[in-house]
């Protein structure tokens, strides 16, 4: 069993910057493919980027490519969001999630875990 906890969220003008962290508990984090995902209030959850368990593979929601970046510290066991010119589009309740196995997907049903989430905000 992995637990997933986000922390790093908050309140951003436009164009600014964030970094999310997602700390995991375990041992085989660094066996677990890493997702970050976002809800918006009244939308479904969405993808927004992954990374392989090795770091050496990411993928990027159309909507978030080139202004985030995701990463991971398998020394660590956090995985990372870092957000840049960020837009009020943005806003949302950003969650981590892990999937044991290989294999990088965009859909919500193939991450086993998730954390509770935290809020990122973007004013205008």
């Known amino acids: 069993q992995v637990q997933l906890v986000e922390s790093g969220g908050g309140l951003v003008q436009a164009g600014g910057s964030l970094r999310l962290s997602c700390a995991a508990s375990?041992?085989?984090?660094?066996?677990?493919?890493m997702a970050w995902f976002r809800q918006a209030a009244g939308k479904e959850r969405e993808f927004v980027a992954g990374?392989?368990?090795?770091?050496?593979?990411?993928i990027y929601a159309i909507s978030v490519k080139g202004r985030f970046t995701i990463s991971r510290d398998n020394a660590k066991n956090t995985v990372y969001l870092q957000m840049n010119s960020l837009k009020p589009e943005d806003t949302a309740i950003y969650y981590c999630?892990?999937?044991?196995?290989?294999?990088?997907?965009?859909?919500?049903?193939?991450?086993?875990?998730w954390g509770q989430g935290t809020q990122v905000t973007v004013s205008s």
């Open positions: 999630a892990g999937r044991s196995g290989g294999g990088l997907y965009y859909t919500r049903s193939r991450y086993d875990y």
């Open positions: 375990g041992r085989t984090f660094s066996t677990y493919a």
């Open positions: 990374v392989s368990s090795t770091g050496g593979s990411t």
